[in-house]
């Protein structure tokens, strides 16, 4: 185990903000500069809880100006990225470029990726490795349908969906992999699942993991949760000891709202 370092975390939380396919890099920059100041205005304390958004690409440049020219805590990670560095991949984006636009991070497997684009688990495999490749960290996405959790099969479908996209990675590397558990019928619906319900699967990944490498690597790696996830709702979803933050996708469109989804701690639901 690691030890109690952050409150009741053992790992630094994460609260990320998913643009999705919204905000031009105008709308973007002014996003970023009001999340910035009402985090500032908050005191937000940057080393407790970490903060990230994931823009669209053609906001990315004008990110990594406002992130550096002001120095702002706040980081920032692309919304998907080639299995290929470079080459005749005509629109797709290399983490090379990404790296060098100062990101952090890289989803990797959205639902949307996977549905929309058909994206398997192999070629969620192929993303991580050209993330690691660039020196990103995968956020990696998984989670079942509406079909899985009906038929009581949710968890062995997401696990299915984790083995899949992290095999022959190693113990090194799966410790520096953040994965979002987004139940896809909760994405934009504003259905969530019940915070019992994510700390059910945030444990069950645990386990997973725990099994396929060992505990201490399983320990380091960060859960989040992601879904119709507000500031109302995000005290009792990070209450599971499991959960470890939280991937936001329309409430990061709104700066005071994910501002204050970030000092969810504030929200922590206790009994
Ligand atoms: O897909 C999501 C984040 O990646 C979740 O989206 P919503 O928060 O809009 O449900």
Request: proline residues 2%; hydrophobic residues 40%.
């Amino acid at each position: 185990m690691t030890s109690q370092t952050n409150g009741q975390f053992d790992r630094t939380p994460l609260i990320a903000g998913n643009w999705k396919m919204n905000m031009d890099h105008q709308q973007g920059v002014a996003l970023l500069q009001k999340l910035a100041w009402t985090l500032q205005d908050a005191k937000h304390d940057f080393s407790r809880v970490e903060v990230a958004v994931f823009p669209p690409f053609t906001d990315i440049r004008s990110v990594q100006t406002i992130v550096d020219g002001d120095d702002l805590k706040v980081v920032y990670g692309g919304q998907d990225l080639s299995d290929q560095d470079s080459g005749a991949y005509t629109g797709d984006i290399s983490g090379e470029f990404l790296k060098k636009l100062g990101c952090t991070y890289v989803l990797v497997g959205h639902s949307e990726r996977r549905t929309i684009h058909g994206e398997s688990d192999e070629q969620c495999l192929a993303k991580i490795n050209a993330a690691f490749r660039h020196d990103l960290l995968p956020v990696l996405c998984i989670g079942e349908g509406l079909d899985s959790r009906k038929a009581g099969e949710h968890v062995s479908f997401t696990l299915e969906q984790l083995r899949g996209s992290i095999a022959g990675l190693s113990a090194e590397e799966v410790a520096k992999v953040v994965v979002a558990y987004e139940p896809v019928w909760a994405i934009g619906t504003g259905e969530v699942a019940g915070p019992e319900d994510a700390q059910e699967m945030a444990q069950a990944i645990r386990a997973d993991l725990a099994e396929l490498y060992d505990a201490g690597t399983a320990d380091k790696v960060r859960i989040l949760y992601g879904g119709s996830v507000k500031s109302s709702n995000v005290g009792a979803i990070l209450k599971g000891k499991d959960v470890d933050g939280a991937l936001v996708g329309g409430a990061s469109l709104d700066a005071e709202e994910f501002a204050n989804i970030a000092k969810f701690e504030q929200h922590l639901v206790t009994d």
